[in-house]
C-alpha cells in the first residue's frame, strides 16, 4: 500500500504540488481539496485522485483525512495557514506540511517579521511599525522619497504602495491604516530582487533553486500589483554557492535559530524575498513567506529532481533527514511560466470567458511535460476569473523555455486575456 496525502488549495500553484506529488510513486492516493476543475478525478492502477469541495470546512476536512488514513497534509495558500488549518491536522495526530499558526506570523504580520530579524540580526530594510495618523506622519518624514508603505497582515499583494511624492505617501498611509489598522513604513532598498524558498524543521534547512517572480501586471512592471503574472527559474545572478552559503548563514539559519529559541520552531516551507545591491553588496530581506510562492512554484517544481513526498515527509515529521541534506536537487534546465490573467483583472476580473486550447486531460500521474497550470476555471473551458491558467515552458536555456511558454500561452488565449510579453527576459 502506498501514501494517501491531502492537499488543500485550488490555485495554479497547487496543481503544480499537486503534478509533482502525483509523480512519487510511493504516493498511490491523492485527495485535493480544491474548486476548480483541474482537479477532476482520476483512477489508474497504482494511483487516484479524488477531489473535495473546500466548502465543506476545516474541521469536517480534518475529520474525514483521518478516516480515509491521510499520511500527511500539504497546505499551498497562506490564508488556511495563517487561520491554523495545520495546526488542526497536526493536534488530530496528522503530520501537515505548512507551519503552525505561530510561524505563519512570519508571513501574516509584518512587524512581527521585522521584529524577528532584528533579535536575529537579520539585514532588511529600516522600519517604523504605526497605528494611527500622526505617528504615521512622523515616520514618513523620517525617510526620503520613494516612500514604501505597508499593511501589517495578509493583503493579497495589494498591502504595499511605493510612493514618490510626500502627499501620495500620506495618502496610501491613511489607505493602508484603514486597511489593516497597523502599517510599517519602510527604507526603500535597490537591487537585484529573488524569491528563496526553503524547506526547514527547527534549525534544518534545505535550500531550493532561484527564481524570480513578476508582481505588476503588465509588461515592463507597468500597472498595479496583482498576485504574480509570471516567473523564470534559475536566476543566474544567485545560482552560485557563493549565493546559497550566505543566504542559510545570513539569512535562514538566524531566523529559524530565533523561531526555535521562543519556543515556537517553524516547520513547512520559509519563502525569503530578497534584495541584492551590487554595489553595495548589501543582501536584505524584503518579506517572508511562510508557503511556496504563487507562480515560483510553476517553475520550480518542475524543475525538481528530488522526491517531493519524500521531502515533504521529512518536514512534516523530522524522519529521515540525513545531515548532509542541505539543498534541494534541481534538474539544470530553466523553466518559464507566464500568466493569462482575466479582462479586468485584478480589480474586477471577468468571467465566463471560453478558452479554446483547454488541453490538460492526462492524467497528473502520466504527463511528464505538463503545458500549463490552471487556477481560474470551475467548468471545462469556461473562465472563473483572476488568474485563470499559465503556460509552463522548460528547456536547456532560458531563451528556448521562453519561447515554448510563449508558444503554448498562444494555445489557450481566451477573450480578454491579459499577459506579459516580458517573463524571463533579462
Ligand atoms: P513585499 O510584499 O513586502 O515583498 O513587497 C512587494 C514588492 O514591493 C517587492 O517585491 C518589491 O518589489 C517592492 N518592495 C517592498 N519593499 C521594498 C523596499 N523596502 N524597497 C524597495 N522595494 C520594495
Ligand atoms: N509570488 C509572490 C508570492 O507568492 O507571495
Redesign the pocket.
Known amino acids: 500500500m502506498g501514501a494517501t496525502v491531502l492537499l488543500y488549495g485550488s490555485g495554479a500553484r497547487e496543481h503544480a504540488w499537486a503534478w509533482k506529488l502525483a509523480q512519487s510513486t510511493e504516493v498511490t492516493r491523492l485527495i485535493w481539496v480544491a474548486s476548480h476543475i483541474a482537479a477532476v478525478p482520476e483512477k489508474e492502477s497504482q494511483w487516484s485522485l479524488e477531489v473535495w469541495n473546500p466548502e465543506i470546512g476545516f474541521e469536517e476536512i480534518v475529520q474525514r483525512a483521518k478516516t480515509e488514513g491521510v499520511q500527511c497534509a500539504v497546505v499551498g495558500p497562506d490564508d488556511p495557514i495563517a487561520q491554523g488549518l495545520c495546526d488542526h491536522f497536526v493536534a488530530a495526530g496528522i503530520p501537515a506540511l505548512g507551519p503552525l499558526a505561530t510561524g505563519a506570523k512570519l508571513e501574516s504580520s509584518?512587524s512581527f517579521a521585522k521584529e524577528i530579524m532584528q533579535a536575529a540580526k537579520v539585514d532588511t530594510?529600516a522600519w517604523v511599525s504605526v497605528t494611527d495618523r500622526s505617528a504615521g506622519e512622523r515616520a514618513l518624514d523620517r525617510f526620503k522619497s520613494?516612500w514604501?508603505i505597508?499593511a501589517d497582515g495578509l493583503a493579497l499583494?495589494k498591502?504595499?504602495k511605493?510612493c514618490s511624492t510626500r502627499k501620495d505617501a500620506s495618502q496610501a498611509l491613511e489607505t493602508l491604516l484603514e486597511l489593516s489598522g497597523n502599517v510599517v513604513i519602510?527604507?526603500?532598498?535597490?537591487g537585484e530582487?529573488v524569491s528563496w524558498m526553503a524547506f526547514c524543521r527547527g534549525d534544518r534547512v534545505a535550500l531550493w533553486d532561484t527564481s524570480r517572480d513578476y508582481?505588476r501586471l503588465q509588461t515592463k512592471n507597468l500597472g498595479p500589483?496583482t498576485g504574480g503574472m509570471g516567473a523564470y527559474s534559475p536566476v543566474a545572478l544567485f545560482q552560485t554557492e557563493e549565493a546559497f552559503e550566505r543566504v542559510r548563514k545570513d539569512v535562514f539559519l538566524p531566523v529559524l535559530h530565533e523561531m526555535k529559541k521562543r519556543g515556537t520552531p517553524f516547520h513547512g516551507i520559509l519563502y525569503a524575498?530578497l534584495?541584492f545591491n551590487s554595489s553595495t553588496q548589501r543582501l536584505?530581506v524584503?518579506?517572508f513567506n511562510a508557503r511556496l510562492g504563487d507562480p515560483e512554484a510553476q517553475v520550480l517544481l518542475p524543475r525538481m529532481k528530488d522526491d517531493l513526498w519524500q521531502w515533504v515527509m521529512r518536514v512534516a515529521t523530522g524522519e529521515g533527514w540525513q545531515h548532509d541534506q542541505v539543498r534541494v536537487g534541481f534538474h539544470d534546465r530553466a523553466a518559464v511560466y507566464v500568466v493569462g490573467a482575466a479582462e479586468g483583472y485584478p480589480d474586477a476580473p471577468v468571467k465566463g470567458d471560453s478558452v479554446s486550447g483547454w488541453k490538460w486531460k492526462e492524467s497528473l500521474r502520466s504527463c511528464q511535460d505538463p503545458s500549463g497550470f490552471v487556477a481560474g476555471m470551475k467548468e471545462p473551458g469556461v473562465t472563473s476569473g483572476g488568474r485563470v491558467l499559465g503556460a509552463l515552458g522548460q528547456a536547456p536555456k532560458l531563451e528556448e523555455a521562453r519561447a515554448l511558454a510563449y508558444q503554448r500561452l498562444e494555445t489557450m488565449r481566451f477573450r480578454g486575456m491579459q499577459n506579459r510579453e516580458d517573463v524571463g527576459v533579462l
Open positions: 509584518k530594510a520613494p514604501v505597508k499583494g498591502g504595499v511605493i519602510e527604507e526603500f532598498l535597490e530582487e508582481k500589483n524575498g534584495i536584505s524584503l518579506e
